[in-house]
Each structure stands twice: as C-alpha cells, then as structure tokens.
C-alpha cells in the first residue's frame, strides 16, 4: 500500500528541496527532507557523517528514515537525498516523482549559483565531476525504475513545473 505523500528522487542538485519547498508553499503540505531529517538525527553535517563514520553508516540511517516515512507520514512532500531511492519500501512511502535533467544541466546548476562553492563542499559525492558523472551515468535507469512518475525539469521555470506536478492524479486525488 502507498501512503499519501509524494517522494522526489533523482540525482544531486537536480532541485529536489527547492521543488518540495515550492510544492509546500502552494499546497499547504508540509515538506520534508530527509538529509534533513539525517542531520538532526545525527546533530552532524551529512559531509561530517561521511567523513567519520562512512557512506554505509549514512545508507543506514537513511533506511531508518524511509521506515518512519512509511509508518508514520501521511501528507507530505518528501525530498531526498540523490541515493534514497536504493531504500527499502520505497514504494510504500508514497508516489515516486523522478525529477530528471541531464548532467551538464545539473552541475551547471550547482556551478553557477552564487553559493556554488558551499553546494559542492556539502555534497561528498560531488567533489570531483567525472566521478560525478559516472555516478550519475551509474543510477540514470534505477532512478527511471523506481519512480511512478518521470518529470524533465531541464529548462523549465519553476511555475512550469509546479503546474505539471500539479496535474499529476496523485496531487488531485489528494487535494480535492
Ligand atoms: C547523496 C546525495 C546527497 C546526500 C548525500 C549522498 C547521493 O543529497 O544525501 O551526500 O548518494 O547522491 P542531495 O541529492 O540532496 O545532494
């Protein structure tokens, strides 16, 4: 069984906590993010997490995460991390949106933001770009396998993206 919330996958910087703070704002939904919800747990930067104790360590509580998300929350816009969609029950946290864009897109996106610097420097599996990429190249099909929805946001503004998550039949039933 899905629970009524809409998760966001897809890769770094794609814009997955910007669209579920847009989402929120316009729908009343309470947004969610779970590194967020990592950090506090933990009272560590996700970058700290990985330095000391390792991207096993993160994966599992990230698995921690998705458990109390598909136990315990009903209503939300759920951001993640760009590996969350490897978790356990995935599917019953809610409808899956793969938010979907090209690697050059995406790390113009992060390279070109006034705070460029401080995105990449949180981001541990960012710090080198062919890496990145092969990372990217790597997950492209899962995250196409995970998802119940498929949205390119290359080149969209956010009032044209809204307006088709929006559309979506998860949204309405939600919402009406
Ligand atoms: C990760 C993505 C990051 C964060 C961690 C690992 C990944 O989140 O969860 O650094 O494996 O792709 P963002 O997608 O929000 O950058």
Redo the contacts with the bound molecule.
Sequence with gaps: MKRNNIVLIGF??VG??TTARLVAKKSGMMAVDT?DLIESLTKKP?RKIFEKRGEAYFRALEQRVADWLATSVENTIIST???FYKVERLGEIGTIIYLRASFEWIYNRIALHPNAKAKFAK???FKEKKRARELYESRKTAYDAAADVIIDVENKSNEELLEEIFRLECFSLKHR
């Design positions: 770094m910087g997955k906590g590194d996700i991390g760009g590996g981001r541990p599996l």
